[in-house]
């Protein structure tokens, strides 16, 4: 599975869009971006994933530029909830495949 | 209400004990996975299983052992072999098909 390149730690203001950026310059063809996030204490949660194509959903966006190097998520309006650190992970959508998540990226929404 | 549950939430053991965590999921989910995570530090990949009777060593699985005698349960043994027991234990499940693995609230355990 292609490595992933995140910054640490950013924050936002609440009622803000959080813009979380991803390097994945190494991705293949076939593997697709996944994003999760984890809450203090809690399992990770699935928030979103896309191969080629930006993808939109009730929890979030996900922004894949052109040649595929790397991405964003973006969370429209973040709430003090969406505090958490937050995982990008490329992988083969191959049953069998795993997850590797790295250190990820601690967000933290400021009131 | 499906889900994965792990028991307990938090266990403390004596160094030298073996230890074993429970994880079950009502989800019909073939696939079963145990990380672990460190303070500050993202998951790593204990052992996982695809298919009863059947499993695999992740990155980590040196000092852990595990079953899948039942397709709902994936009990994680730590035994006195691992040298640093001390972590917060996640199991996870995951259809054949679709997206998302599922986890479950974590057991954090502490070897004293």
């Known amino acids: 599975d292609a490595k992933t390149t995140q910054p640490p730690s950013m924050d936002c203001a609440e009622g803000r869009a959080a813009n979380l950026p991803c390097n994945h310059s190494t991705i293949s063809g076939n593997e697709y971006v996944y994003w999760y996030r984890q809450i203090h204490s809690q399992g990770p949660q699935y928030i979103i994933h896309g191969l080629k194509n930006n993808e939109t959903n009730e929890m979030a966006s996900l922004i894949i530029t052109e040649d595929r190097k790397s991405s964003t998520l973006i969370l429209p309006h973040a709430t003090l909830r969406d505090t958490a650190v937050y995982y990008c992970i490329v992988r083969v959508d191959r049953y069998g495949q795993n997850f590797v998540f790295g250190p990820g990226t601690r967000l933290s929404v400021l009131p | 209400d499906g889900g994965i549950t792990q028991s307990p939430k938090y266990l403390f053991r004596k160094e030298g004990q073996n230890v074993t965590l429970s994880c079950e999921q009502n989800?019909?989910?073939?696939?079963m996975y145990w990380y672990r995570q460190d303070p500050g530090q993202g998951l790593r990949l204990i052992y996982y299983s695809q298919i009863v009777n059947d499993f695999q060593k992740g990155d980590i699985a040196e000092g852990y052992s595990v079953s899948r005698e039942k397709k709902e349960s994936f009990p994680l043994t730590v035994t006195s072999a691992q040298k640093n027991p001390t972590a917060f234990y996640l199991c996870?499940?995951?259809?054949?098909?679709?997206?998302?693995?599922?986890f479950g609230p974590g057991t954090r355990l502490t070897v004293l």
């Open positions: 989800l019909n989910h073939d696939a």
């Open positions: 996870a499940s995951k259809t054949s098909i679709g997206p998302e693995q599922f």
